[in-house]
């Protein structure tokens, strides 16, 4: 099981962006989807989440300008950045629960995408 995320670059503050993350591989479906990011210096730290029914939390940080969604037909989870601000300069991350035939459920993370927020 593979989580591909895509999206990121460069926008100048107060600019939006929006992030995807696509599963891929053999699984019979994926569970809690997350988006987490990581600046220089610090942890990685969850900023979204959505369970498969739809439930959604957010990080204070983020709360009020990003907005988590997902696709169930198509493995997707989203992350909709509006009013993007130097602080939110971070490599994104999205994590998925995958229940995988023979394995049980897998935590599975993709490779990051890089925003920067800068003028």
């Known amino acids: 099981v593979q989580l591909q995320a895509s999206g990121g670059g460069l926008v100048q503050p107060g600019g939006s962006l929006r992030l995807s993350c696509v599963a891929s591989?053999?699984?019979?479906?994926?569970?809690?989807m997350g988006w987490y990011r990581q600046s220089i210096g610090k942890e990685r730290e969850l900023i979204a989440s959505?369970?498969?029914?739809?439930?959604?939390d957010y990080a204070d940080s983020v709360k009020g300008r990003f907005t988590i969604s997902r696709d169930n037909a198509k493995n997707m989870v989203y992350l909709q950045m509006n009013i993007l601000k130097p602080e939110d300069t971070a490599v994104y991350y999205c994590?998925?629960?995958?229940?995988?035939?023979?394995?049980?459920?897998?935590?599975?993370w993709g490779q990051g995408t890089q925003v920067t927020v800068s003028s």
């Open positions: 994590k998925g629960g995958a229940v995988v035939p023979g394995r049980g459920n897998l935590e599975v």
């Open positions: 591989g053999k699984f019979f479906r994926i569970d809690d």
């Open positions: 959505i369970t498969r029914g739809g439930g959604i």
